[in-house]
């Protein structure tokens, strides 16, 4: 089994920074594109960045140049660097991989940090 954990989320008044870490562990595993999503109550979930596992990256509009994503294949982390934060990024962020686990390829989520930006 494949564990993904997130860390790093808190208060932050708006135009402050914050960096969430995303750890996946387990045995024997392999991770694919990795993902940041996040969620509002009452709305579906969002995807913010992704990676690829040789470092392309993908951001929605709403945070590209504001947002960095990045991964470290070696230790199996993930991080999301959020500079200039809005209150309208307030959210739970979710991490997400395609794990490769005994000969199968497997979405994984981690249980969500929330973010909050005051105004």
């Known amino acids: 089994q494949v564990q993904l954990v997130e860390s790093g989320g808190g208060l932050v008044q708006a135009g402050g920074s914050l960096t969430l870490s995303c750890a996946a562990s387990?045995?024997?595993?392999?991770?694919?594109?990795m993902h940041w999503y996040r969620q509002t109550p009452g709305s579906q979930r969002e995807l913010v960045a992704t990676i690829t596992p040789s470092g392309r990256t993908t951001y929605a509009d709403s945070v590209n140049g504001r947002f960095t994503i990045s991964r470290d294949n070696a230790k199996n982390t993930l991080s999301l660097q959020m500079n200039s934060l809005k209150p309208e990024d307030t959210a739970v962020y979710y991490c997400?991989?395609?794990?490769?686990?005994?000969?199968?390829?497997?979405?994984?989520w981690g249980q969500g940090t929330q973010v909050t930006v005051s105004s």
């Open positions: 387990g045995s024997r595993f392999s991770i694919n594109i």
């Open positions: 997400n991989a395609d794990v490769w686990y005994n000969s199968s390829l497997t979405n994984y």
